[in-house]
């Protein structure tokens, strides 16, 4: 089906809730005034629905091949990734040094979710490769930097990130690839990755792997953990391809959903290039410190993980849309002269809004999320910086997991609307609840998500940021006071940020005590913190609404985003007080099961 | 990943909660002793787990294939069908005089949930063979019964139900299969059904379709629907096999899941048989009255579905503990020499127990209802049988629409717990994911059954059967009074049971008044009722887990049962105060929002 980038709700989200305006008058922020977002969005969408967004269903009946360590990828996908990178797509958010557009991230944010929208498994090329540039800009020589990245962001090599091996995924400490110090200053690697996205394909001339792996003398643990860059072709001081380097694609996956996307794996010195044994590779940063390198890609890769949720979301909400306004079935309940489209039914209409509103709601969270990115990034004032740099960093593990553990929730939905057509693949809702499937796996489970929100950023500054951002729900809870229309959805929102004032405060205190008990609870933690910033931000929307209202504007978009908004504080933020409960009372019941029980 | 029945927790329910030993007292019920019983499930569980479990992902690798006509069913499954025919497995509870054994359904259910989790694509055919024998055995006449209902027992031929049409699916009332009255009492077909599933395929000799289909002179709508047997190959007098008749599978469909089920479109009337134009069938029943002999039926086949939704929520559950035992990965949050199982991390713990006790919890609602069905067929005293056989049809969307939900939900957890590697179709867990989704949709979707829980089971008798259940429900709360070790889950139960008299009350006093805003609450209803059934029945299990330790039995099944419990009720509970306020306060806001703003 035909996918229309959600311009209208992007558009309100940028301006009334993300401060784009303010962006703007950053330093370093001018290239976003309204007109030109406006030209970007239009331009970005047209490409992807035109060009992309039609290779989704066919990149997924026909995924790449592999034949002798070479991976052949979909049709199409080279072509379009060629229209991507020449419309300088890929370098949208980077450096204007390197050949970007140094555009704010709040800029960047709905493209990559339309990008993903358009085809979650193309997008994940550029993705990756977003990330191989960030942890060169973040940690490599300006040698490193210049060589490298210009030619990843026109879109001539693309980026990998290679963590995970078979006994190392979630607990990187056990990863065993080794690089050897050669005597010219490069290293030797070897060793086997797995599950490496776009580790190998056809659609650029080279590829640049990011790779974790551990020096000789490295200690044990996360902490012997060094960053390499290891190109797949060696890349001369002219810039041009040398020797096939010794790293080489064994396999690909055979999986659930981005079947377009090649999963490889992939083994390190294994003598399969034109250089000898072992791949050669270049360190990044410091010895030892490839972790901390990592991390700092990884939030910003979470984050667009996070994105990747929301987009399948508004995929599958625009897919079921269509068929039940469409999909004539049974008479009205209240009674009507002949059978309805299925839109007029409560309990579908009830399945479409849960679907649309926390889409929208969770589209909110990341866009503010993004907008405390370019404050914290190019504020003038370092107290404003640092504000916004940990609302940020608080923000990223609920963006990655609220979002993904909602779209599994809105795609299995998108099945349902269909009824029985919804269960055969050529209707194509089926496969956004097999692509949504790994959101809330990769990049850190949600598990790992919650364990960074409890860890460190709840318990290590005392729940300190979560207290200021409820401060700022209250805030918004003082401007509803007296709204006689919105006193339900200011009722419920109250209950929720009470609710997670409590959570919080459960979380702080407990830590100490039982850390047991409050890491039984994560999930639930992050889960009520998404759904409760979901409705903050909705109840900023429906101030909003209000406001365009009240000043005589008669656009259609308002009353039904305002409907939008008490229907999530009517029917999501109900949870919160489930989670609440479970967090609270369930720590005990999780723990006492004996392992030989289970 | 081999499968082993979960015959502890089926024996203690059959004997704890569903009242076996009293279904054993009933007229006809004496072949269910407990002794019976136990061979019976240990021979049920030795073929399934021998010689069926191994089809599971065999068939989904294989799937069945169609060429000209004719489906070839995956390697293996004509075998397996042999065996389990031959076992006496399909005539479990049918009656003696055509061949079955007549055992009560509470003992033929264990063998249904277990055939059901060995393969659910396998269990398939058996299922509606099953639902072509009740059907004919509720309507046909005694010449019909005669002629078709052995043949199906003994496995030589199988039966379907055709019921959905292209423009026809939760809607029966625009069936338009039409069925032209011939001179010697027969009928021709022709028209064409959709998602037929076993509606061709090579297991057995002959293919029994049970179809609806409009007379002539028929009234529009649902009232004009006769019903049909339809046979693939005419059955002579003495009951060999004569003339192909005129219905012919024009394909089989693409799906999801249970992929080695064939779901076939079937033409009636193509002239593609070897009797001229017009399938042959026979009316069973009277004319026009066509769906209130397929509601019994469905009443049947609600009920397995929902037991399908038991069982692959076991296998995955099954799955899910092997890997989390198995796996190592990352220190324990409360510290350890190295890394650990995962089971041991919390938040793998939650997911864990989530998985089992909501499987153990659809059980034993399933169950006791399946026990409230035999007292309701068996039992002499007419009004107990009546007072079952309300509580029965009361919890049949219950069993149906609960039990499949959370088998989504809980294959959904299986891939989490896996991590990466449960993206991976080697690994099976998804398999379970693709499997299960099917099982909220067909037999009707979870709003058909809340549309029936509202409307037939509630609404329309003032909310006394759902008022006489909650009645029952409190005097276990009765019975938990003063123990102290469960006092927590008592007042978790109690919260629970106040929040469903509220919505039944609420459900009753708003039918009349404004049909929609209920409507608008149903499934919400549904799964409230579900949550609600599933912690009294938990409760029930706690309490017979404390008189077993209370003497002094040591068994290391009843503590983890006593542990279930409470985790079921701390964790799974609360929903049902979330759905409580959805009930309430959301009507209004999912009716609200224009169709053109969708």
Redesign the interface.
């Known amino acids: 089906m035909a996918y229309v980038a959600p311009l209208r709700d992007i558009r309100f989200v940028l301006n009334e809730l993300a401060g784009l305006d303010k962006v703007h008058q950053l330093p370093g922020g001018e290239e976003a005034g309204q007109e030109v977002v406006d030209a970007i969005l239009d331009e970005n969408a047209r490409l992807l629905q035109e060009a992309i967004a039609p290779l989704n269903r066919d990149g997924d009946l026909q995924p790449p091949t592999w034949r002798d360590g070479a991976v052949t990828a979909s049709p199409g996908f080279a072509q379009a990734f060629r229209s991507f990178v020449e419309g300088g797509w890929q370098g949208l958010q980077h450096p204007v040094d390197f050949g970007g557009q140094g555009l704010p991230k709040v800029v960047a944010t709905p493209c990559m979710e339309n990008l993903n929208a358009a085809c979650l498994s193309f997008a994940l090329c550029p993705l990756l490769t977003d990330g191989a540039i960030e942890v060169l800009l973040t940690a490599g020589t300006e040698e490193q930097k210049r060589r490298f990245i210009p030619s990843m962001i026109d879109g001539s090599w693309t980026g990998t990130m290679n963590l995970?091996e078979p006994?190392a995924?979630?607990?990187l400490?056990?990863v065993r690839t080794r690089a050897v110090a050669q005597p010219d200053g490069s290293y030797r690697l070897h060793g086997q990755k797995i599950?490496i996205t776009y580790g190998e394909h056809d659609m650029a001339r080279n590829i640049v792997h990011m790779v974790l792996a551990r020096l000789a003398d490295a200690p044990e643990g996360v902490k012997g953990l060094s960053l390499f860059v290891v190109p797949k072709f060696l890349v001369n001081d002219d810039g041009s391809l040398g020797k096939r380097n010794d790293v080489w694609c064994a396999s690909i996956?055979?999986?659930?959903?981005i079947k377009a996307s090649p999963t490889a794996v992939l083994l390190y010195g294994e003598d399969k290039g034109e250089v000898g044994p072992g791949a050669i590779g270049y360190l990044v940063g410091e010895p030892n410190r490839g972790l901390e390198t990592m991390f700092i890609m990884m939030n910003a890769a979470r984050f667009a993980v996070g994105l990747q949720g929301i987009a399948v979301a508004e995929r599958a909400s625009q897919h079921a849309?269509a068929y039940?306004?469409d999909r004539?079935?049974?008479r009205a309940?209240?009674g009507s002269a002949g059978?309805v489209?299925i839109?007029?039914?409560?309990?579908?209409?009830?399945m479409?809004?849960t679907m649309?509103t926390l889409t929208e709601a969770a589209r909110a969270v990341a866009y503010v999320a993004a907008g405390a990115h370019d404050f914290a990034h190019r504020h003038p004032d370092a107290q404003m910086r640092a504000r916004n740099q940990a609302f940020y960093e608080y923000m990223v593990p609920i963006v990655k997991g609220f979002s993904t553990e909602m779209a599994?929730e809105v795609a299995?939905l998108g099945?349902?609307v269909h009824?029985?057509?919804?269960?055969?693949?050529?209707t194509g809702a089926?496969q956004y609840?097999?692509d949504a499937?790994?959101l809330?796996?990769?990049e850190g489970?949600?598990?790992i998500q919650?364990?960074d929100l409890v860890g460190r950023k709840t318990a290590r500054d005392g729940g300190a940021v979560a207290a200021a951002i409820i401060g700022h729900m209250r805030e918004t809870l003082a401007e509803l006071d007296g709204d006689q229309e919105l006193s339900?959805l200011r009722a419920?929102l109250a209950d929720a940020i009470q609710a997670y004032e409590e959570v919080v405060r459960f979380v702080v205190e407990r830590y100490r005590d039982d850390?047991?008990?409050v890491?039984?609870g994560?999930?639930p933690y992050l889960m009520l913190a998404g759904l409760t910033h979901g409705g903050w931000q909705m109840a900023r929307a429906a101030l909003a609404c209000r406001r365009r209202i009240a000043k005589g504007d008669v656009d259609?978009f308002y009353?039904?985003k305002l409907?939008?908004a008490?229907?999530y504080c009517?029917?999501l933020l109900?949870?919160?007080?489930?989670?609440?409960?479970?967090i609270l009372?369930?720590?005990?019941?999780?723990?006492?099961?004996?392992?030989?029980?289970?």
């Open positions: 995970t006994q995924g979630s607990d400490s056990l599950f996956e055979h999986k659930l959903g849309v039940a306004r004539v079935q049974s309940v209240e059978p489209a839109v007029h039914h409560p309990d579908v209409r009830r479409l809004l649309r599994v299995s099945i349902q009824g029985g057509m919804g269960f055969i693949e050529e089926a609840y097999r499937r790994i809330s796996i990769y489970t949600t598990a919650a364990n339900a419920q850390v047991r008990e890491y039984a994560s999930v259609a009353p039904a409907a939008g008490r229907f009517a029917h109900p949870r919160v007080e489930a989670l609440r409960r479970e009372q369930g720590g005990a019941s999780t723990l006492a099961m004996p392992v030989d029980a289970f």
